[in-house]
């Protein structure tokens, strides 16, 4: 028989309203308190409501690991008799974690039921296959019903959108399934499926899994393959709630960078339909989110214990989070904050010739106007000496033009008019490109 502990982050449409908690503590205490009286028979855990909160530990004890802000938002916990059913193994533990920024968590346990073939329990890969996909069933299922009558009751009170901001949104499958087998040492074959399970990972991990068998570490725990020993279980406890924290932050800017990425890739549609003002807001909220993501964690660092701040940096930088995650979000701000300024100029440019297009036309016709005038004038003056009475002479222009039709007065005017306009926008575009 093998046992697995596993845990998975899902997405989906969750995040406390930006500066909620800090603009007006108290009522947004006091909404939580709300909530929680009104899922009592829930059995939930609200972390924000008062009855929940305890006092900051701060720097008075070495080896405290009490945050001023829980991270977790609201936590449950599922009887096992209530899961899906999963082929081959049995749940024997399901909870979850509500996260900001988007982030649900979901973790169990499982064993595989008795009676199943010798063979097949040695298959080291079919089992991580059967808890990744048991994991991702589970963890829609804990979306699909515990975070969704959550939802529900949020929607219940008029205020909030003040305290929390709630997206519709298509579940998918977890980011990742993280499985640990915890290891079997008096089981016959324990310790050679342990040895498979982490084989083809690298060289460390084989080195690793022998330290562990032997009984020099407590576990191995680097890459989405994990072993536990059961009788270490403190120092287990330890790492799985420093790996919590790291799956959280990972998670959460996992998707930052990907709004980013959605963004950056409308802003580079050749369509005309996209909507500059709409891209720059969800780009503005999204930003938002990366600094608070970015100073959040810098409070971690600040209240976690040394102990399980190493472990998380352990966790972080095995996973290259600065250079994977963290780097390239700030760079895709700028390069969507640069694209978009760009776009908007473009169109602003766009905008303004079509507005100059419209002037010249207006004035053009001008042209027109005087050349009327002017014939006109002359055959005005042919017939009424007194307005030519200081004129020394037959006017030449005045004359000729008086004489010319109408219409081909008309005709050369509009000719006229309609180069000058030619000219203008071939002038104009050229500037512009």
């Known amino acids: 028989m093998h046992e697995f502990r596993w845990m998975a982050p899902i997405r989906v449409g969750f995040t406390s309203t930006p500066g909620a908690a800090d603009r007006d503590p108290e009522r947004f205490r006091a909404f939580w308190d709300r909530l929680a009286h009104r899922v009592s028979a829930q059995r939930w855990h609200m972390h924000r409501a008062a009855d929940h909160r305890t006092g900051p530990a701060g720097w008075s004890k070495a080896a405290a690991d009490t945050l001023p802000r829980p991270l977790e938002v609201v ?93 519709e949104r298509d579940l998918d499958r977890p980011l990742w399934v993280t499985r640990a087998l915890v290891l079997d040492s008096e089981g016959t074959g324990g310790e050679a499926f342990a040895r498979r399970w982490v084989s083809d990972i690298d060289t460390e ?120 995650l963290e780097e390239p979000v700030r760079e895709k701000v700028e390069i969507c904050r640069e694209r978009l300024a760009s776009l908007a100029e473009d169109r602003a440019a766009r905008s303004a010739m079509f507005t100059d297009i419209i002037l010249m036309s207006i004035g053009v016709t001008s042209v027109l106007a005087t050349a009327i005038a002017l014939v006109q004038f002359g055959r005005d003056a042919g017939q009424d000496p007194s307005q030519s009475v200081f004129d020394l002479g037959n006017g030449s222009i005045t004359s000729w033009l008086s004489s010319q039709s109408m219409d081909a007065i008309l005709i050369l005017s509009l000719m006229l008019s309609v180069v000058l306009v030619a000219v203008f926008i071939w002038k104009r575009r050229q500037s512009l490109s």
């Not at 982030?103 to 298959?123: F, I, N, S, Y």
């Open 205 to 324: 991990h084989r080195a690793q899994v022998g330290e562990l068998i032997a009984g020099a570490r407590p576990l191995v725990a680097q890459w989405m393959n994990h072993i536990h020993r059961p009788d270490r279980p403190g120092e287990i406890e330890l790492s799985w709630q420093a790996l919590r924290k790291a799956q959280f932050f990972w998670s959460a800017m996992h998707w930052v960078d990907e709004s980013l990425r959605q963004i950056l890739a409308w802003s580079m549609a050749e369509s005309r339909d996209v909507s500059i003002t709409d891209l720059r807001h969800e780009l503005r909220a999204t930003r938002h989110r990366a600094q608070e993501l970015l100073m959040l964690r810098a409070e971690v660092r600040q209240h976690v214990s040394r102990r399980s701040h190493e472990e998380m940096q352990r966790f972080l930088g095995t996973w290259e989070y600065l250079e994977l």
């Open 75 to 167: 936590s449950g916990a599922v009887e096992p008799a209530e899961a899906p059913r999963i082929p081959g193994l049995e749940v024997t533990e399901l909870s979850w974690s509500l996260f900001d920024h988007d982030v649900l968590l979901v973790e169990g346990r499982l064993r595989t039921e008795p009676g199943l073939d010798a063979e097949l329990l040695r298959d080291a890969d079919h089992w991580e296959d059967a808890v990744q996909q048991a994991g991702a069933r589970l963890a829609r299922h804990c979306a699909e019903t515990d975070y969704a009558f959550l939802v529900q009751q949020i929607r219940h009170f008029s205020d909030a959108k003040e305290f929390v901001d709630l997206e």
